[in-house]
């Protein structure tokens, strides 16, 4: 059993559109929570952080973590175009060198 | 656009050859880390630098090498290249390792035939 799942996708939405993007995992010792974008050809950008339980905001973007199911979410409000890109989960026990990756969500926001 | 650099951009090679990536960090940063992503997966983690001494390693064999230098520039070898080498090979530099402050380069998409 992989550490990190997540849905390949793809997923495909109307601009405008409330996407939500997820990620299960195994190991309990995770309390760090990371979102990132990959654009095609690039590395990827860190999104969202977050540390242990709860909700974080920024922008249009939501974070949500639930430990007691193993459970990430990224919530992105009015989704756009430029929005389209591979949305990548990723943790950690204790915030330093290695960090677990999902296998990313490829989002595809429609005009 | 991050300040981390990578070089080269793309490279061909043969099973069996060896293999130099090249990395510049973020100014500033003390830290790099070396990633293997490879098509349709999320980056894994190869290993990790900190003041010129790996300080954490993933499940990699030891034919994955790095060295970083006194200007936190690094550089990732692969001795006797497998064809399941051929991936995207990003590095990372941060302060001190955290998540928060990591910024990724461009990566090197290498291509073992």
């Known amino acids: 059993q992989k550490e990190v799942e997540q849905d390949p996708g793809p997923l495909s939405v109307p601009e405008g559109a409330i996407v939500s993007l997820n990620c299960t995992y195994s190991?309990?010792?995770?309390?760090?929570f990371m979102w990132y974008r990959q654009y095609s050809r690039k590395g990827p950008e860190l999104l969202m952080y977050?540390?242990?339980?709860g909700n974080k905001e920024d922008g249009r973007f939501t974070a949500q973590v639930d430990k007691s199911s193993k459970y990430i979410s990224l919530f992105i409000r009015d989704s756009q175009p430029s929005d389209s890109a591979t949305y990548l989960c990723?943790?950690?026990?204790?915030?330093?060198?290695?960090?677990?990756f999902g296998s990313g969500t490829k989002l595809n926001v429609k005009p | 656009e991050t300040g981390v650099t990578q070089s080269p951009t793309h490279l061909i090679k043969t099973r069996g050859q060896q293999v130099t990536l090249r990395c510049s960090s973020q100014?500033?940063?003390?830290?790099v880390s070396w990633y293997q992503q490879a098509l349709g997966q999320g980056p894994q983690f190869i290993f990790q630098y900190y003041r010129e001494e790996e300080n954490g390693r993933g499940n990699f064999p030891p034919r994955f090498s790095g060295l970083q230098f006194p200007n936190y520039s690094s550089e990732l070898n692969v001795n006797a290249l497998e064809l399941d080498d051929s991936a995207l090979y990003l590095c990372?530099?941060?302060?001190?390792?955290?998540?928060?402050?990591?910024?990724f380069g461009p990566g090197t998409r290498l291509t073992v035939l």
């Open positions: 190991n309990s010792a995770f309390q760090y």
């Open positions: 100014s500033g940063h003390n830290t």
């Open positions: 990723a943790m950690s026990a204790d915030n330093f060198n290695k960090f677990y």
């Open positions: 990372a530099s941060s302060l001190y390792g955290g998540a928060d402050t990591q910024y």
């Open positions: 977050t540390y242990s339980s």
